[in-house]
């Protein structure tokens, strides 16, 4: 299976999510577009314990860390969805996104348009803060009007119950995790993440 991970916004926790799916599902790790340093790839690479994940190369690496059409018009490239070739794997594949959903790849493509166009099962990342259940319901409207995939829902950060039951209730996805505020993430955070996940994967 192919999953792609997006999220309601940037520094939402996209790549701390990618890194526990890697761990639980023995999976391999795809960012096709990284727009600035460090490269979330090498982030993974640095949490993930099990042997079984091998990391693909992207298809873009760009310098600026900035929207990925921004950071390729400094660059002089300009992103093509047909340029991104799907790694062949024999296994479950963790495909990350660049910032939140509707974030623009170029004139015409956005960010989700990558999980349309490879068919991936969505995993949203929802960070909690003062705004983000419309953000997230927002995001979740975006997905539903394109009759995309969705196997549910990462909660990021202090646990909030009423944001989070509103939440699933509206967009009917189950939550798969809750990721806690955590003061320094390790290989040791992310195992013990990924034990939670596996026993509520279906």
């Known amino acids: ?13 996209k790549t701390l999510t990618s890194a526990i799916l890697c761990e639980a599902l023995g999976a391999d790790y795809w960012k096709p577009i990284q727009a600035g ?9 640095s949490l993930v314990t099990n042997p079984d994940t091998k990391i693909f190369s992207e ?4 310098n600026t860390p900035a929207s ?3 950071s390729a018009k400094l660059d002089g490239v300009s992103i093509s969805l047909d340029e991104l070739s799907l790694p062949i794997t024999s296994k479950n594949l963790i ?54 995939s969705v196997k549910g829902i990462v909660f990021n950060g202090e646990s909030n119950p009423e944001s989070e039951r509103i939440i699933l ?12 505020r955590e003061k320094e993430i390790s290989p040791a955070i992310v195992s013990r993440y990924a034990e ?4 509520k994967w279906v």
Do not use: W
Request: glycine letters at 8%; proline letters at 4%; hydrophobic letters at 45%.
């Open 1 to 13: 299976m192919k999953y792609f991970v997006t999220a309601i916004d940037t520094d939402s926790g």
């Open 37 to 45: 340093f460090p490269r979330d790839a090498d982030v993974v690479k």
């Open 59 to 62: 298809s873009y690496l760009l």
């Open 68 to 70: 990925p059409h921004a």
């Open 95 to 148: 495909i990350e996104g660049a910032g939140g959903c509707l974030v623009p790849l170029n004139d015409h493509d956005f960010v989700i348009d990558i999980a349309r166009r490879i068919n991936a099962q969505i995993i949203l990342v929802a960070d909690l803060y003062l705004g983000s259940i419309n953000h997230t319901l927002l995001t979740i409207e975006a997905m539903k009007s394109r009759n995309l």
């Open 169 to 180: 209730m509206h967009s009917g996805y189950p939550g798969l995790l809750h990721i806690q």
């Open 196 to 199: 939670q996940l596996r026993n």
